[in-house]
């Protein structure tokens, strides 16, 4: 399953007018494109969207023993708003050890569960955390969950770019090669060639909508 590239491209405004117009069940600050929808790509084969959150510090913890009796998951009113469990409680989720999970509530809030699209959670930028998540694949040698750099931000602080949608539609972002990409943050040439090669090869093993979470 893929997507034509004008269809990614609303689907992006949908996801954006989401966060914009309904509570999250986290502070949202960023959005952002990444990999083939931002490369002009048609069909889109996964939409890959960054989504920037802020931790949740002081919410309702006097709710949380209340969640947690009735949806048997901890930490409603603190890692995630108890005011979004109210309104959206079918889209709750836990990690395995039963704790509300921001990147999950958020995915499920978002996405639908058969559509081709990947969500990457952080409370750090987009720049911040592709240079992050290079250093550590580099010291584990281990490149699959290296975050592609070549990425657009549609939306910062509650405001969406003026035109960054506009050169989505138009095809108008110009990117190197991953490869490239990748050497041009510090990878020597072999390296990214086989970093490119990794983070490809994992993308292309992916069904559906996916999530993942990182903290920074």
């Not at 913890?61 to 949806?71: K, N, V």
């Not at 592709?130 to 290296?146: C, F, H, P, S």
Request: with cysteine; hydrophobic share 40%.
């Amino acid at each position: 399953m893929s997507l034509d590239r004008l269809e990614a491209v609303e689907r992006v405004e949908e996801i954006v007018a989401t966060v914009e117009d309904e509570t999250m069940p986290v502070p949202v600050r960023e959005v952002w494109v990444y990999g083939d929808v931002a490369l002009g790509l048609d069909p889109v084969e996964r939409l890959d969207v960054y989504v920037t959150k802020d931790i949740l510090f002081k919410d309702a913890p006097e709710r949380a023993e209340e969640f947690q009796r009735s949806h048997g998951v901890d930490g409603v009113g603190k890692t995630v708003r108890a005011a979004w469990a109210d309104e959206h409680p079918e889209y709750i989720r836990a990690n395995a050890n039963g704790h509300a999970a921001p990147e999950k509530c958020l995915a499920a809030h978002l996405l639908n569960d058969d559509e081709p699209v990947h969500l990457e959670v952080c409370n750090a930028s987009f720049e911040d955390n592709v240079t992050q998540r290079l250093k550590g694949a580099k010291m584990r040698n281990d490149y699959e969950q290296i975050l592609d750099p070549r990425g657009a931000c549609l939306w910062l602080d509650g405001e969406r770019s003026p035109d960054a949608f506009q050169k989505l539609r138009d095809n108008e972002f110009v990117f190197p090669t991953l490869t490239q990409s990748l050497s041009m943050l510090g990878m020597d040439e072999t390296e990214a060639g086989d970093a490119a090669d990794a983070v490809k090869e994992y993308r292309a093993q992916q069904e559906g909508a996916t999530v993942r979470g990182d903290v920074v």
